[in-house]
Nanobody, 122 residues
Framework: QVQLVESGGGLVQPGGSLRLSCAASGLIFSNYAMRWYRQSPGKERELVAAVGSPGGSTNYADSYADSVKGRFTISRDNRKNTVYLQMNSLKPGDTAVYYC???????????WGQGTQVTVSP
């Protein structure tokens, strides 16, 4: 059974930092591209950051939404089956539920975590 478990969300003041983690189990982690999405009330889920799969068909460098470039950094530790999202210089507009996604396009499989709330407020 595949599980993606996010952690690290919380309440932070504008300008602060948070690091989200997503621990994966039940899959061959290195075959999956890993992505972070976010969704705020009344808005569609949007792709925030992505990193390719070293062992799969999507071995691309990390990429980011324009709104977070220069502030967020995605990374993965294939020994720990974990992907991270380091978020710096947070703004109120970053407030959302953040979701981890594992995607293997070659076989059409995609898995989601349960989400973690990030709230940026004075």
């Amino acid at each position: 059974q595949v599980q993606l478990v996010e952690s690290g969300g919380g309440l932070v003041q504008p300008g602060g930092s948070l690091r989200l983690s997503c621990a994966a189990s039940g899959l061959i982690f290195s075959n999956y591209a890993m992505r972070w999405y976010r969704q705020s009330p009344g808005k569609e889920r949007e792709l925030v950051a992505a990193v390719g799969s070293p062992g799969g068909s999507t071995n691309y460098a990390d990429s980011y939404a324009d709104s977070v470039k220069g502030r967020f950094t995605i990374s993965r530790d294939n020994r720990k089956n974990t992907v991270y999202l380091q978020m710096n210089s947070l703004k109120p507009g970053d407030t959302a539920v953040y979701y981890c996604n594992a995607h293997w396009g070659l076989i059409g499989r995609s898995y989601w975590g349960q989400g973690t709330q990030v709230t940026v407020s004075p």
